[in-house]
């Protein structure tokens, strides 16, 4: 099982769209939840509506309990895995025809139309138990593997995260389902690996520059899912590297 990334820049529609799954941005002329005035966003100025209804939908949103054991996540392991927690979190009804065909090969190649009827009595069941399932599980885990660290930051003694892993304009999805999706972004602190150690430094420079894959664990909260994308939105909490033999090198 490969986990890949697909490229997708934040557009206004996207934000958007987002909007709709939650409260939209307060009327204009509307307090802030804090008492204070409400700072509007210059219609003119397209960025400034992006980031004023990107604050908006993300205030709405639920947070993780940073109180949550790291044994308590959930694996994901599989496009099918994600697909199951798409639907638990979205809460929309699957179409139980289509997730068969996605689950099942013998059901996908069928023509026959009584046959396709019984194996559906039989695969309804099981979907749905498993989205029960899963949608009880906000709190994931997943491996990525490859290109993760930029080199050694000297001053701040820390390895700079890449981007693609942290600031939410990135898909992510398993090669079994590719269409169901995942997106995360990650707070200030987690941009980054603090590595005050020399020779722990220098081992994992030469690892970024000679461009040994490592293996970052994510642990993540998802917070809600967009249905037009099939795209689940979390954030990290966690992160762990490890080296290609698996060995733990840090963790924040």
Request: charged share 20%; hydrophobic share 40%.
């Amino acid at each position: 099982m490969t986990f890949h990334r697909l490229a997708a820049p934040f557009t206004i529609a996207t934000v958007s769209l987002c909007c709709l799954l939650g409260a939209c941005s307060p009327k204009d002329g509307a307090p802030a939840a804090s008492g204070a005035a409400a700072t509007l966003p210059n219609p003119q100025d397209p960025q400034s509506v992006q980031q004023a209804q990107q604050a908006a939908h993300a205030a709405t949103l639920p947070q993780p309990d940073k109180g949550v054991a790291l044994d308590q996540y959930v694996a994901i392991k599989s496009g099918e895995a994600l697909m199951y927690l798409f639907y638990g979190i979205s809460k929309m009804p699957p179409d139980m025809n289509s997730v068969a065909e996605q689950i099942s090969a013998d059901y996908r190649v069928s023509n026959d139309q009584f046959k396709r009827q019984d194996m559906l009595k039989v695969l309804t069941p099981r979907i749905q138990a498993n989205i029960a399932e899963q949608g009880q599980h906000r709190y994931v885990t997943w491996d990525v593997e490859g290109d993760v660290l930029d080199h050694y930051d000297f001053t701040a003694k820390r390895f700079p995260i890449k981007p693609a892993y942290w600031n939410g304009n990135s898909r992510f999805f398993w090669n079994d389902l590719p269409q169901y999706q995942i997106s995360f972004s990650a707070p200030n602190a987690l941009h980054d690996l603090p590595v005050a150690d020399e020779g722990l430094a220098r081992e994992m420079e030469g690892m970024v520059s000679q461009f040994h894959p490592l293996r970052m664990k994510i642990f993540a909260f998802v917070q809600d899912a967009d249905l037009n994308s099939k795209t689940l939105n979390a954030v990290i909490t966690h992160v762990e590297l490890s080296d290609r033999t698996g060995r733990l090198l840090v963790k924040q």
